[in-house]
């Protein structure tokens, strides 16, 4: 059985040529192959990356929106280490990137109209 390092730089390799730019994203709702990812939301005062409000309640939704879904750079990621606080791991990539200037976190990418290419689990 592939690990999540092999799967996603398998991944890479097998979509380098076909997006600009390619991201892991690990989160909690269930997607398709092929389905095109809705715009994150972004909370710049929080001390903690994982530091989130929960997908649909009214904190959520208060959060500034993004122009595209956030991603963690593939090219550049390797934080493989688990155990993961998510359920799923996708690959997703798209030809634009978004929001560079908002306070991103270190390796966070965001993807406008971003499609997920790969499950990883």
Do not use: Q
């Not at 592939?2 to 991201?23: D, H, P, R």
């Not at 904190?59 to 993961?84: C, H, I, Q, R, V």
């Not at 990137?97 to 689990?121: H, R």
């Amino acid at each position: 059985m592939m690990n999540i390092k092999e799967a996603c730089e398998k991944a890479l390799e097998k979509f380098e040529g076909e997006y600009y730019y390619i991201g892991i994203r690990f989160e909690d709702k269930e997607r398709e192959i092929g389905e095109i990812c809705e715009n994150s939301r972004h909370n710049i005062d929080r001390e903690d990356e994982r530091e989130f409000p929960e997908y649909g309640t009214e904190e959520y939704e208060e959060m500034f929106e993004l122009d595209g879904t956030s991603a963690w750079n593939l090219e550049t990621y390797d934080d493989f280490k688990g155990p993961f606080a998510t359920y799923h791991c996708y690959i997703i990539a798209g030809n634009r990137i978004t929001n560079k200037d908002d306070g991103l976190d270190d390796n966070e990418i965001v993807i406008e109209n971003a499609v997920v290419l790969e499950k990883i689990f």
